[in-house]
């Protein structure tokens, strides 16, 4: 995955606004969460295959690094 530009004040918008209690970014024009399903297509991620379990992964797999660039 190449690396991200971001835009530091809307993160610093978004986590002004985020409320843990509820798992929810609070606006003024109501609530919202973030999904999976969010996530996969803001990054372009594949969804299909095999279930990757991490605990199993991790007993035969190290370091971190290996393990992402094998998922990606």
Known sequence: M????YD???VTAMVERWRPE????????GEFTITLRN???LFGLRIDGDV?????ATR???PWR???EILT
Do not use: G, W
């Open 2 to 5: 190449e690396r991200m530009q």
């Open 8 to 10: 530091r004040a809307l």
């Open 22 to 29: 509820t798992h929810c970014f609070h606006l003024p024009f």
């Open 39 to 41: 996530v996969q297509v």
């Open 52 to 56: 990757v379990y991490i605990q199993d």
């Open 60 to 62: 035969r797999i190290h």
């Open 66 to 68: 290996t393990l992402l």
